[in-house]
């Protein structure tokens, strides 16, 4: 059955605006109810205010992004990240479970859990182990592992597993806009021509957003054949080197410039390769990749283009 009434957390964020779209879309008669940006401000770690929230909202489904995303801001803010994360997390499932037991939560989870298990140098699917490597990715995994005990209780969620995504509107926070804001603004003739980067060796597995996005309105559809705690991985199974992404955005804008290593822009671990499976979410959602790379980059830098002339 189609979803009635959908709460959406994370409802201010770089996903959420890809995502509202394309819920609309494949249920045009739900009611989307936010949390987050112009929505309702409510404190995912005060439960009792979040209960009664919820409890008013009565959805059916929830899909929740809400989260302390960047792996820096976590680090530096780990209690915060910890009560986002994982508390918030606990209580919004319980919120659901006492408003409406059948209610389904569709988890934004990480690929980051898997941290030191992109070690063995394979693509993993979801039968990886959670190994996480820093704050963020602990707490995603703890919030993760918890849901999928509450699942044995009756929970209905689904608990997907991104790797790295971008596309227009993320914040320079992450690593694809904060190359393309700094090649925008050396092709606009606003900053000197150095770049400053983290490593550029690694490899990572990149999805446009609203790839991403598409495979969890999938998992929403069909919700009512999967099993509590259902995990899918959302990959595309290409890893890519880090440099070359840089690289392909200066080609892009006609830019050359000096690179620089910057030693706060580097993790203490770093893994060399990191790419996901998702067989599963293939045979089972009927999803796949339908954005060309070429296209994200070029459209992420056609944002930081628009938003530097903006600037100016």
């Known amino acids: 059955m189609a979803p009635r009434r959908i709460l959406l957390t994370g409802a201010g964020g770089f996903v959420a605006g890809h995502l509202r779209p394309l819920l609309r879309a494949a249920f045009p008669a ?25 409890a008013e909202a009565a959805p ?32 919004l499932a319980r919120a659901l479970q006492a408003a409406n037991p059948a209610a389904v939560l569709l988890f934004a989870s990480s690929a980051e859990i898997y941290g030191r298990s992109f070690a063995a140098g394979v693509a993993l699917d979801e039968s990886g182990l959670p190994a996480p490597m820093n704050t963020y990715a602990a707490t ?15 929970l209905r969620v689904i608990r997907m597993r991104p790797f790295n995504h971008t596309g227009p509107g993320q914040p320079p926070s992450f690593v694809v806009p904060a190359f393309a804001r700094q090649v925008a603004r050396i092709a606009a ?45 959302v990959a595309s199974g290409t890893p890519r080197r880090i440099g070359d992404i840089l690289a392909a955005l200066m080609a892009m ?47 992420v830098l056609a944002d930081w283009q628009e938003r530097v002339a903006q600037e100016r």
Not at 35 to 49: R, S
Not at 196 to 213: E, K, S, T
Not at 264 to 293: F, K, N, Q, Y
């Open 189 to 233: 003739g606003v900053q000197a021509p150095v770049l400053q980067v983290g490593a550029l060796d690694p490899y990572r597995d990149f999805l446009d957003v609203r790839d991403v996005c598409a495979a969890y309105v999938a998992a929403l559809q069909k919700a009512d054949a999967l099993a509590p705690g259902a995990v899918f991985n």
């Open 30 to 54: 739900a009611a989307i109810i936010e949390m987050g940006g112009q929505g309702a401000k409510v404190d995912l770690a005060d439960g009792p205010a979040l209960a009664q929230f919820v």
């Open 253 to 299: 804008a006609g830019v050359k410039a000096e690179v620089s290593t910057g030693a706060g822009l580097l993790r203490r671990a770093e893994i060399p390769t990191a790419s996901g499976d998702a067989a599963a979410a293939r045979a089972v959602l009927g999803w796949a990749p339908a954005i060309a790379w070429e296209q994200t980059l070029a459209d």
């Open 140 to 154: 995603k995994a703890a919030a993760d592992l918890a849901l999928g005990a509450m699942a044995a209780t009756g």
């Open 60 to 91: 059916d489904a929830c899909v929740h992004l809400a989260a302390v995303t960047a792996v820096p801001a976590a680090n530096a803010d780990p209690d915060t990240a910890w009560r986002i994360n994982l508390m918030g997390t606990l209580s």
